[in-house]
């Protein structure tokens, strides 16, 4: 296997809580490879930290109250990113590894045209002149699907819908070529068929221009069309990592299982196809208050004693060479008791 | 954008004329008259009855008004009762002293007080914003204290020099101003580099001085436009207690004296040119609304 491009390694993340007495841990003990080329799906619910995760990436955790813990490590092309000064880092962010936000209509600047926004960071880092600047902005927006971009350019956001606002974040992100985008769901806020458009788009632009592309959504659609690999994150840690067809197939973590139960399915088999959807129970316990044990275990259907004594550690799942399958359960020690019980109501 | 100025230009009159005619009435109703006691000139009461009859004063107030507003509309302000001469050459001797000292004030006021909001919002809650925001708290609640303090140091250094006048009333405004205008910009900052468009602007590596300076201060100082907007007509109208205690001869200090004197035609004057100060600073904060935000852009159409 070839060198990951990046390489995150024991990603913490916490927060200081809004009345200083705790600590959320927002992201607590993240690894995970991101390949040259590749689309690493980035799934869980909301408040699991996913965001975070991303964020911390590129260094972009407000400070006060969030901070990296010394111990954490995020490689780079061979770089800690974590120890680079401001100035390194800016050399990085936007130039090679460069990010699209959830909310095109709050992540654009409103009083300036989409063309400038665009342009901007080949202006700082690649010290382009205006002009060229702007030829520049002009072939982005046409890349990216905008009509008429020789007129798109000199428009300001207001004056676009959502979708081809996350054309223009996308366009804003893709203007240096990266080597990787992280885009955090860059859908989510969209009507699903312009979603399926961007989508498309992310997918042509990934083949032209071959960026690795780190896909954070709550929507396992998304990544089954999308994704190579997928890491599912749960209360601040991965709990499964693997191939995408693999995780869809044989789901080992009774979280990624209700996590697959609860997307809705035509072609569900009969088995699941009982007339009402699944839902996990329960919701995500606050980051500053994790479960002891398992931090799934209150919500687990299978927990035993162990799950709420013991915090399990990534295990194996013997699929291909290790560690191309990894879960972070106990039933992979003793899997009959998967069998005991029934899972699904 | 001709229909938007026609129809502001309408508003305008409409504003300037119901404020003439409110000071008209409120002054020829209020209390006491042009001479005689305890406030009028000290003069002989067959003077006065001359003085009275000449200004039209003897006749009923919707007479006076109509022929008041006549001569206004042709361009006439009157003759000043007390100043025994035109209201027009008054106003241009006092105008002038009021714009210099309220330009200047307005400089001073917005340059440093949108330079510290900005320091204080990048500094937020470390030593240089705390340290500043209480001596702007102490500035700003303090314009009394301020005030008596300048003309002592003033009395020390009388050179007769139109600028170095200029440069203690103009401070004393201008800081107070700044104070105050600091606070607006820092909350308006604070609340804008929460938003994600700066996390946008970060993410494409920019210098977190472009960063606040280009991407966040664009956006903030739109509420500063409003606050603009207010000062503006306020100082331009002559601020009255800075004219007074430093002697400035400006538009605050003539109509102070016009008041007591009751020297009508010169009180409606100063009326008459404090709501056209206030009309043009709505426009003026409209005008910058449309540059600094192109979602309020009126279209040219």
Known sequence: MTEPLLRVRDLKTYFVTEHGSGTARAVDGVSFDLHAGETLGLVGESGCGKTVTSLSVLRLIPEPPGHIRPGSFIEFAGRNLLTLAPRELRAIRGNQIAMIFQEPMTSLNPVFTVGYQIAEAAIVHQRLSRRAARTRAIEMLKLVGIPDPAQGVDHYPHQMSGGMRQRVMIAMALVCHPKVLIADEPTTALDVTIQAQILELLERLQAELGMAIMLITHDLGVVAGSADRVVVMYAGQVVEQAPTPELFARPLHPYTEGLLASVPRLDAPPARARGRLHGIPGQVPAASDWPGGCRFHPRCPYAWDRCRDEEPPLLDAGAGEPGTHTVRCWLLTEPQRRTARAPLP | ?301
């Open chain 2, 1 to 301: 954008m001709a229909a938007w100025l026609v129809r502001r230009l309408a508003a305008s009159i409409a504003i300037v004329w119901a404020v003439v005619t409110l000071t008209f009435l409120i002054v020829h109703l209020a209390h006491g008259s042009p001479c005689g006691q305890p406030d009028g000139l000290p003069v002989s009461p067959a003077i006065c009855a001359d003085l009275t009859r000449r200004f039209g004063l003897d006749k009923p107030i919707s007479t006076q008004y109509y022929k008041y507003l006549g001569a206004l509309l042709h361009g006439d302000l009157g003759w000043s009762i007390a100043l025994q001469r035109p209201v027009a050459a008054a106003l241009a001797e006092a105008l002038p002293n009021t714009f210099a000292l309220a330009l200047t004030a307005l400089i001073l006021d917005f340059a440093l007080g949108v330079a510290l909001g900005v320091y204080q919002a990048a500094r937020e809650r470390r030593f240089g914003d705390i340290a500043l925001g209480n001596v702007a708290l102490f500035v700003n609640s303090m314009p009394t204290f301020w005030l008596v303090l300048c003309p002592q140091v003033h009395a020390f250094s009388c050179v007769a020099d139109f600028a170095w006048h200029l440069t203690l009333p103009a401070l004393t405004l201008g800081l107070v101003g700044a104070a105050g205008t600091a606070r607006y910009q820092r909350a308006a900052m604070l609340e804008v580099v929460r938003q994600d468009f700066v996390r946008t602007a970060r993410a494409k590596g920019l210098r977190e001085r472009r960063v606040l300076l280009r991407h966040a201060l664009r956006n903030a100082l739109l509420p500063l436009i409003t606050l603009f907007g207010l000062t503006f007509p306020f100082l331009l109208t002559g601020a009255v207690l800075v004219e007074t205690v430093f002697a400035w001869p400006g538009m605050g200090r003539l109509a102070v004296t016009a008041i007591l004197q009751r020297d009508y035609p010169i009180v409606t004057a100063a009326a008459l040119v404090a709501s056209v100060m206030v009309v043009l600073g709505n426009l003026l904060a409209d005008a910058l609304y449309g540059v600094a935000d192109p979602r309020i852009r009126v279209r040219a159409t």
